[in-house]
C-alpha cells in the first residue's frame, strides 16, 4: 500500500501530534498521506474529499470514528478498507491502538494484513407507507423512546410475519459487528463478525421473560410504533450507527434489510475478536 487517507477524530488528537507523526512517517516511507476536512466541524461531520483510489483509510479516533468514516465511504460508493487507531476507550472495531505504531503502519505498508469483510444493513424510516430517511448502518440501526421518560409499545415482524410486542425503551437491531456495541450494553450475544446474522434486542423491556433473537442476515425486519393511552407527536426516534436520526410518530415504521455491500475492515495478523476480547473485557490479563 501508498496511497493513504487519515480520517481524524480532532478531538481525540487536539493538537494533532499523533497525526501529523503518522503522516511524516509514511511519507517517510515513500507513501502518500491525505488528511481531509470535514464538513460540519471537526469533531463531528462529514469526511470531505477521499479519492477513490485511495488504498486504505486510516482512522484515528475510536470506535465512532471509524463508523462515520464508514457510512460517508458506502453512501459515496467508495470500496476502500478501513483501519482503526484507536485513541478512544474499548475500540472494538479498530485495530490498532497508538503504542503499536509505527509497526501496524509498517505491516500495512508491506501488505502483511488480514482482510475482514463485514456485513452492512440498511434502514428505511417509513411515515404513512412514505419513505423519510434511509441509510446504511455498520452497527446497528436503534429505535428508541423520545419525549419525556417513559416507555414505547414496539411491534416486531420479520419477513411480514409478527415475532413480538414490547413495551421498552426501544430495540437494537445489531449486525455481528455491532453485537459488540449497544447490543453488549443491553445483555445481547456478542457474534464473530463473520457471522451473517443480525440480532434483535430489547432495550429495559417491560417484561420479564423478552430476550434478545438472532435472525439469518437475509430476513427483514420491520418495527413498528404502537399507539399507547397517552401519546406525544414524537413517539421514538430511529438511529443509524448512532451518526444519523430521524424522529417517528405513531404507527411510523423502520425496515431493516442486509444491504448488498459489505465493508472492508484490515487487521494485523494474530489480532481476531478473541484476542480483543481477552483485552478488552478483562478476562484475562497479559
Same mark, same amino acid.
Given at each position: 500500500? #501508498?496511497?493513504?487517507?487519515?480520517?481524524?477524530?480532532?478531538? #481525540?488528537?487536539?493538537?494533532?501530534?499523533?497525526?501529523?507523526?503518522?503522516?511524516?512517517?509514511?511519507?517517510?516511507?515513500?507513501?502518500?498521506?491525505?488528511?481531509?476536512?470535514?464538513? /460540519? /466541524?471537526?469533531?463531528?461531520?462529514?469526511?470531505?474529499?477521499?479519492?477513490?483510489?485511495? !488504498?486504505?483509510?486510516?482512522? @484515528?479516533?475510536?470506535?465512532?470514528?471509524? @463508523?462515520?468514516?464508514?457510512? *460517508?465511504?458506502?453512501? !459515496?460508493?467508495?470500496?476502500?478498507? @478501513?483501519?482503526?487507531?484507536?485513541? %478512544?476507550?474499548?475500540?472494538?472495531?479498530?485495530?490498532?491502538?497508538? #503504542?503499536?505504531?509505527?509497526?501496524?503502519? *509498517? =505491516?500495512?505498508?508491506?501488505? #502483511?494484513?488480514?482482510?475482514? !469483510?463485514?456485513?452492512?444493513? $440498511?434502514?428505511?424510516?417509513?411515515? !404513512?407507507?412514505?419513505?423519510? &430517511? $434511509?441509510?446504511?448502518?455498520?452497527? *446497528?440501526?436503534?429505535?428508541?423512546?423520545?419525549? +419525556?421518560?417513559?416507555?414505547?409499545?414496539?411491534?416486531? +415482524?420479520?419477513?411480514?410475519?409478527?415475532?413480538?410486542? +414490547?413495551?421498552?425503551?426501544?430495540?437494537?437491531?445489531?449486525?455481528?459487528? %455491532?453485537?459488540?456495541? +449497544?447490543?453488549?450494553?443491553?445483555?445481547?450475544?456478542?457474534?464473530?463478525?463473520?457471522?451473517?446474522?443480525?440480532?434483535?434486542?430489547?432495550? =429495559?423491556?417491560?417484561? @420479564?421473560?423478552?430476550?434478545?433473537?438472532?435472525?439469518?442476515?437475509?430476513?427483514?425486519?420491520?418495527?413498528?410504533?404502537?399507539?399507547?393511552?397517552?401519546?406525544?407527536?414524537?413517539?421514538?426516534?430511529? $438511529?443509524?450507527? %448512532?451518526?444519523?436520526?430521524?424522529?417517528?410518530?405513531?404507527?411510523? =415504521?423502520?425496515?431493516?434489510?442486509?444491504?448488498?455491500?459489505?465493508?472492508?475492515?484490515?487487521? &494485523?495478523?494474530?489480532?481476531?475478536?478473541?484476542?480483543?476480547?481477552?483485552?478488552?473485557? %478483562?478476562?484475562?490479563?497479559?
Amino acid at each position: 500500500m #501508498k496511497k493513504f487517507a487519515l480520517l481524524v477524530n480532532h478531538t #481525540k488528537d487536539p493538537g494533532l501530534a499523533v497525526t501529523k507523526a503518522i503522516r511524516d512517517y509514511l511519507n517517510c516511507a515513500g507513501a502518500s498521506c491525505l488528511v481531509p476536512d470535514k464538513r /460540519g /466541524g471537526q469533531a463531528e461531520g462529514t469526511f470531505l474529499g477521499i479519492p477513490a483510489d485511495t !488504498e486504505c483509510a486510516l482512522t @484515528l479516533g475510536g470506535d465512532g470514528t471509524l @463508523l462515520t468514516a464508514a457510512q *460517508d465511504l458506502f453512501r !459515496e460508493g467508495l470500496d476502500i478498507p @478501513l483501519f482503526g487507531i484507536n485513541m %478512544g476507550t474499548l475500540g472494538f472495531l479498530t485495530s490498532a491502538e497508538q #503504542k503499536d505504531l509505527p509497526a501496524c503502519l *509498517d =505491516c500495512l505498508l508491506a501488505d #502483511k494484513y488480514i482482510v475482514d !469483510e463485514r456485513r452492512v444493513i $440498511t434502514g428505511t424510516v417509513l411515515h !404513512e407507507g412514505q419513505p423519510q &430517511m $434511509t441509510s446504511p448502518a455498520l452497527n *446497528d440501526i436503534v429505535v428508541a423512546r423520545a419525549g +419525556y421518560s417513559r416507555i414505547v409499545d414496539l411491534k416486531i +415482524y420479520v419477513n411480514e410475519e409478527l415475532l413480538n410486542l +414490547y413495551s421498552a425503551d426501544g430495540v437494537i437491531i445489531s449486525t455481528a459487528t %455491532g453485537s459488540t456495541g +449497544y447490543n453488549l450494553s443491553a445483555g445481547g450475544p456478542i457474534i464473530l463478525p463473520q457471522t451473517d446474522v443480525m440480532v434483535i434486542s430489547p432495550i =429495559c423491556p417491560h417484561s @420479564l421473560q423478552a430476550r434478545s433473537i438472532i435472525v439469518p442476515g437475509y430476513d427483514e425486519i420491520r418495527v413498528e410504533i404502537g399507539r399507547r393511552s397517552k401519546t406525544q407527536s414524537d413517539e421514538a426516534i430511529a $438511529t443509524f450507527d %448512532g451518526q444519523l436520526a430521524q424522529q417517528m410518530q405513531v404507527q411510523d =415504521c423502520v425496515t431493516v434489510r442486509r444491504a448488498d455491500r459489505t465493508v472492508k475492515i484490515l487487521r &494485523m495478523p494474530g489480532n481476531g475478536l478473541y484476542r480483543i476480547l481477552r483485552h478488552k473485557l %478483562g478476562s484475562v490479563n497479559q
